[in-house]
Each structure stands twice: as C-alpha cells, then as structure tokens.
C-alpha cells in the first residue's frame, strides 16, 4: 500500500460536535487515514457544503436590458469562499480510523458553518500543516499558556509531554468563553491545581485566569504567569504560548527578561495555508543583515503558514 502523502486533501466525516460553552465548540473529524502529526501541525478546512456537481450551475445569459436570472449558490447567499486554519487539539488512531480533534470559536461565516455540523456530514480539509513544537529537554520542564482559542495547540502539546514537569495556564474573558471541562475548582492564586481536565488527563496541573474574575483568578494569564515565574520558577524552564497577539507578546517578554526559552505559535488569517498566497507575513531577525532576503536589513519576512506557525519568540518582530 502506498503510504500516504506528508501533506494532501482528505474528505472527513463529522463524529462529533459538542458546546463547550459560549460560543466554543469541540468538533471531531474522522478520516480513514491521515498523515504523522505533532503538537504545533494545524490544518486548513473548507467551511462550506462540498459541491456535488460543480458542471451543474447553468451559464448565465445576460441580457443588458434585464434582470439577471442569478441561480448560483454563491451569489444568492454569503460562503466561506476560503479555507479557514484551525490548530490542531488532539490526535487519535482507532481501529483504522484517524480521529482529529478541532476546538473552534464561532466568530463569522465560516465558524457559524462549523458549528450547525451533524454527525456523519461530510468536511473537506488539507493538511497537516505547518511546523512543529519542540519539546523541552528530558531533565526540563514545560510551562504551557494558552489564550482563548489559542488553547487548543496546549492540549494537544500537553499529551506528548511524557514524563515532564509540567503546568499549563488558561486564560478566558470570562467564565462561559473558557472551552475547558473542569473537574475541581481552582486553586488560589500560584498554587495550580488538576482541575482542567484535558490537561489533568495527562498529570498535568493548571492555573486559570479570567479577565473579569469570574473564574479563577481575576486578571490576565500574564499576571499569573509572572507570579508563578518569580514564586516557583521550575528547573530548565521552555515556555509554550498560543493565543491573542498581544498575550503572546508579552509572554514574549516575559520569557526574555527572565532568560527563558519561549515557542510562539502565531496566529494569521490563511487563504491557503501551503505558501502561496504570501497573506501570513510575519516579521523575524536576521541573523545576518547581508544575507537574502532584504540584504541590508537585520529583518525579513517569514510566512506563518510554511515557516510556522512555531516560532522562537526571540526571532520574532511584532
């Protein structure tokens, strides 16, 4: 049998699309095969029904001096005419099927398409995509920070922490956006607890913060990170963050200013996730100012989507 391709289309079934909370919702995909993933791949889905019969639509006859007929689909109505990129949550291989797990926000068009899917209706998707996390040394320790929908790269990264030191911390707005089953109620401020269960599953205990204090702790995750940091701060630390750009900055510079290594998974809008439409640019050094591209200048562009979305958080420029 031919193994199958790095990266290619798949046509996926639904098998589940569960409510989290507001808005949040845990969708699976089941593929009869899909190609090696890691904490950090992220696949392209398009949000829209899959066209039965593309030759079907008839060819418009326009007379100038009337009304159009208009019978296409996607002028009577608003579509995803994109793909839309989604991290991945989780991963499993079951009795020759691929289960991939998606935690998305309806946010627009194509997310509110997302959330109306049944079971068993059909997604196409393209992947995987993008790099890789790195993990952290085997005498290290993970601190994993996730905010909002940039949680779900952190569960995923979380399963294949085997055996290292970890915590993860949580962040929301508030209580009915935070897309996590919780099991206990958190712990005070710096004293992390198994109560998020996607991350207690793998020995893994958490600190949750909302904005307005609702939950957990009140504040940003930020806040509680730099408590954590300069309380409790683990041997051989690697930070790991994933969520809206201006925590992920500044978890940036957190890590910087204690000297800690930090993987940023960045967020872009993608049209096609493979590197051809250049939409995702994102600015990193150069170690090199008289190398190519942009000789002369200590900067470049890098593209979220082939590059990333895994960054070391010292290269990046925001």
Not at 51 to 74: F, V, Y
Not at 129 to 152: C, E, M, S, W
Not at 249 to 258: E, L, N, P, S, T
Request: net charge neutral.
């Amino acid at each position: 049998m031919t193994p199958p391709r790095p990266r290619a289309q798949f046509l996926a079934t639904v098998s589940q699309n569960i409510p989290l909370c507001r808005d949040h919702f845990r969708l699976v995909l089941s593929v009869p095969q899909f190609p090696a993933t890691q904490p950090g791949h992220f696949i392209q889905i398009a949000c829209d029904d899959l066209e039965t019969d593309p030759d079907s639509d008839p060819i418009l006859d326009w007379n100038p001096a009337h009304r159009p007929n208009i019978q296409g689909r996607e002028l009577i109505s608003p579509r995803a005419m994109l793909r839309r990129p989604f991290s991945l949550a989780g991963r499993r291989d079951i009795d020759g099927q691929v289960e991939l797990d998606i935690i998305h926000r309806v946010v627009g068009l194509g997310t509110a398409w997302l959330a109306h899917l049944k079971y068993g209706d059909p997604v196409a998707i393209l992947g995987p995509l993008g790099n890789t996390f790195q993990l952290p040394p085997h005498d290290g320790a993970a601190i994993l920070v996730g905010g909002g929908v940039g949680i779900p790269p952190m569960i995923y990264l979380a399963a294949h922490l085997h055996k290292t030191k970890a915590i993860a911390f949580a962040g929301a707005t508030t209580r009915d956006l935070l897309p996590l089953a919780i099991t206990e109620p958190p712990g005070p401020p710096g004293q992390p607890r198994h109560c998020i269960a996607e991350f207690a599953a793998h020995g893994i205990p958490s600190i949750i913060t909302t904005d307005d204090g609702s939950f957990g702790i009140r504040g940003f995750v930020t806040q509680a990170l730099e408590t954590f940091l300069d309380t409790a701060l683990p041997n051989n630390p690697t930070l790991y963050t994933c969520g809206p750009e201006a925590m992920m900055k500044r978890v940036a510079d957190i890590a910087q200013r204690r000297n800690i290594p930090c993987q940023v998974a960045v967020e872009r809008a993608m049209a096609c996730g493979m590197g051809t439409c250049q939409s995702c640019c994102i600015r990193v050094k150069k170690k090199n100012p008289a190398q190519v591209p942009l000789p002369g200048r200590d900067w470049c562009y890098r593209l979220a989507c082939t590059d990333g979305p895994i960054f070391q958080a010292a290269d990046l420029l925001w």
